[in-house]
T-cell receptor
Framework: DTAVSQTPKYLVTQMGNDKSIKCEQN?????MYWYKQDSKKFLKIMFS???????INETVPNRFSPKSPDKAHLNLHINSLELGDSAVYFC????????????FGSGTQLSVL | DQQVKQNSPSLSVQEGRISILNCDYT??????FLWYKKYPAEGPTFLIS?????DKNEDGRFTVFLNKSAKHLSLHIVPSQPGDSAVYFC?????????FGTGTRLKVLA
């Protein structure tokens, strides 16, 4: 029973399209995150939500819109995809914001052609 | 501006020997540090953590050392096993977020 699950695992799409990545955690955590791992393998935070409220937005373009319908879900919608959006996107959760273990999903490999 | 740095992109170690992975940080406000292990096509998995009030934490074969004055932490794996071959990330916890280093690829040779 996967603790943090995200779908799809692979996403191949054309430039200009809109796509969504879904994430769910069954750990009862209050805080969820989206991280981006770029071609240089750098894991960079994009967003952090605590109890469905946005607490961190790391100057991510407006084309990226996270949505948290409840504290177990944090979805990522991306409009007008660009080549530079190609990366691996990881969802994660923690019991509370900071100073606790982060649990990661297995990642979504996004390729924009 | 990279606040958490892992200056060695790769490390090779013989099976049974010690692996030492290093990490430096710049922000003295960080007060919790973690190490993660990542296999290809999987998410990072938690290995071990340390609070800034400690200088050492041990869990089985894994020990993390923290030197606050030097803003440096290290992960020791003893003895190293082939299954330890993976990318290791250190992370520092700041206000509501975790900052990750760029990772060190460890290869344990049989």
């Amino acid at each position: 029973d996967t603790a943090v699950s995200q779908t799809p695992k692979y996403l191949v799409t054309q430039m200009g399209n809109d796509k969504s990545i879904k994430c769910e955690q069954n750990l009862g955590h209050d805080t969820m995150y989206w991280y981006k791992q770029d071609s240089k393998k750098f894991l960079k935070i994009m967003f952090s939500y605590n109890n469905k409220e946005l607490i961190i937005n790391e100057t991510v373009p407006n084309r990226f819109s996270p949505k948290s319908p409840d504290k177990a879900h944090l979805n990522l919608h991306i409009n007008s995809l660009e080549l530079g959006d190609s990366a691996v996107y990881f969802c994660a959760s923690s019991p509370s914001p900071g100073n606790e273990k982060l649990f990661f999903g297995s990642g979504t490999q996004l390729s924009v052609l | 501006d990279q606040q958490v740095k892992q200056n060695s992109p790769s490390l090779s170690v013989q099976e049974g020997r010690i692996s030492i992975l290093n990490c430096d940080y710049t922000n003295s406000m960080f007060d919790y540090f973690l190490w993660y292990k990542k296999y290809p096509a999987e998410g990072p998995t938690f290995l071990i953590s340390i609070s800034s009030i400690k200088d050492k934490n041990e869990d089985g074969r894994f020990t993390v050392f923290l030197n606050k004055s030097a803003k440096h932490l290290s992960l020791h794996i003893v003895p190293s096993q082939p299954g330890d071959s993976a990318v290791y990330f250190c992370a520092a916890s700041g206000t509501y977020k975790y900052i990750f280093g760029t990772g060190t690829r460890l290869k344990v040779l049989a």
